[in-house]
């Protein structure tokens, strides 16, 4: 851990805890009646993993998704036309806010507030993207996303 600020990745205990969240969010996912539809017959290891790459790479862990699942590009693929209302969008925000207490992520109000920001910010981009005709960005890098204006709480730091 950098003895200055640490990433939200290490934060949040690497990249174990972040799989855990990811999984416990697709298990609440198969049983929803908004966002299952999204996945018939459940969500796959595969895209289970791939989520989690692309989490832990956004919260400054290793940039696996860029190197081996098509980065950016890959990503903004999968959202198109998939028409996402706001319902279904809010539903999936509220879905891993609950994921990250599931599994145990540190709960303190800066590391929760950053990665709700991320997720409000991300669901709203996704949401937006999946609708026909949209003219998304076409390329981009993987975002990284930071501690925000609350910096974490440490006591005595
Ligand atoms: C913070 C917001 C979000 C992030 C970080 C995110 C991330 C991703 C990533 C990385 C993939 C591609 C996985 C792969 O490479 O195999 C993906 C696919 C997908 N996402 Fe999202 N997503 C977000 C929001 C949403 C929302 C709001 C919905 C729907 C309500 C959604 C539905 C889907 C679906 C259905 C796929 C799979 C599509 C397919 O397999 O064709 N995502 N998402």
């Known amino acids: 851990?950098?003895?200055?600020?640490?990433?939200?990745?290490?934060?949040?205990?690497g990249h174990e805890p972040l799989s855990r969240m990811i999984n416990a969010f697709y298990d609440r996912v198969e049983q929803d009646e908004l966002l299952a539809p999204f996945f018939p017959g459940?969500?796959?290891?595969?895209h289970r993993r791939h989520v989690g790459d692309w989490w832990a790479e956004v919260f400054g862990g290793p940039d696996r998704y860029t190197r081996e699942h098509g980065g950016y590009e890959n990503m903004l693929a999968h959202h198109r036309n998939l028409a996402i209302t706001a319902e279904q969008r809010l539903r999936f925000a509220t879905l891993m806010s609950l994921a990250a207490d599931d599994a145990a992520l540190p709960d303190d109000p800066e590391f929760r507030a950053a990665l709700i920001g991320y997720l409000e910010w991300g669901t709203r981009i996704a949401m937006s993207n999946s609708q026909p005709g949209?003219?998304?960005?076409?390329?981009?890098?993987?975002?990284?996303?930071?501690?925000?204006?609350?910096?974490?709480?440490?006591?005595?730091?």
């Open 42 to 46: 459940g969500v796959p290891v595969n």
């Open 134 to 157: 949209a003219e998304p960005t076409e390329h981009a890098p993987v975002p990284h996303w930071g501690w925000g204006v609350a910096p974490p709480f440490r006591p005595g730091g």
């Open 1 to 13: 851990m950098s003895a200055e600020q640490p990433s939200l990745y290490e934060w949040a205990g």
